[in-house]
């Protein structure tokens, strides 16, 4: 695999997913697809994003998915957990798209949600990593390694690693953190430019350094 490209938070915006992935370069036989989490709530696409993502999958060798926040909110949802946290954070629209009632059980809930959407959820990945780069959906706890990052750290974390300039080892590239711009630190890049809330989604090219937003 030549090069890397990595997704940041899309949140439903599926008109401009569609249109960053024909303004990236990606070699669908060589180039690695990196989706940095967050594909659903906030906005009413979710679902077709996710269906958006599994035809690149299967056009492109290979794409890696990374869990988010509000993919572990959902399941936890559809278990009959959390589930003031996930309406709060934005999950209504997601479970309005799949036609999920709050009266459903948790049964009900997981029935609605189709077979391959289903597996997509469960298949995401708590990280991704390669020679030079950590992928995380959130960051990482400033002074651990890797193995021993909780999921929660990976997928939740805010200030105490935006605040942070430790050294990884590996740059960390993460989103979940919706900033103005792309953030390049010498520690970390942030590809959050806050898709559902008017900004940009932002893909950046490894190892160029190369921004592409739409």
Same mark, same amino acid.
């Given at each position: 695999? =030549?090069?890397?490209?990595? !997704? +940041? %938070? ?8 569609? /249109?960053?992935?024909?303004? @990236? ?5 060589? =180039?690695?697809?990196?989706? !940095? +989490? %967050? ?8 679902? /077709?994003?996710?269906?958006? @993502? ?23 949802y ?28 948790p ?21 991704y990593e ?85």
């Open positions: 695999m =030549d090069k890397i490209f990595a !997704i +940041g %938070d899309i949140h439903g915006c599926l008109d401009k997913l569609c /249109k960053l992935m024909e303004l @990236i370069p990606a070699d669908p036989a060589r =180039d690695t697809l990196v989706f !940095i +989490g %967050d594909y659903i709530d906030r906005s009413p696409e979710g679902p /077709k994003v996710v269906d958006r @993502i599994l035809e690149l999958a299967r056009t492109h060798a290979g794409v890696k998915c990374l869990c988010g926040n509000h993919e572990l909110m959902l399941m936890n559809l278990e009959g957990a959390d589930e003031d946290l996930y309406l709060a954070n934005g999950g209504r629209m997601t479970l309005a798209a799949y036609g999920i009632n709050r009266e459903d059980s049964a009900e809930r997981r029935a609605k949600i189709p077979a391959a959407h289903m597996k997509f959820f469960k298949s995401l990945l708590p990280y390669t020679e030079h780069f950590i992928f995380s959906h959130a960051g990482m706890l400033p002074g651990f390694p890797l193995s021993m990052q909780s999921i929660h750290d990976l997928i939740w974390i805010r200030d105490d690693f935006m605040d942070s300039d430790y050294d990884f080892g590996k740059r960390v590239v993460f989103g979940h953190t919706h900033l103005p711009r792309p953030l390049v630190a010498p520690n970390k890049i942030g590809i959050d430019t806050g898709a559902v809330y008017g900004g940009k989604l932002t893909c950046v090219e490894l190892p160029a350094l190369r921004f592409y937003q739409v």
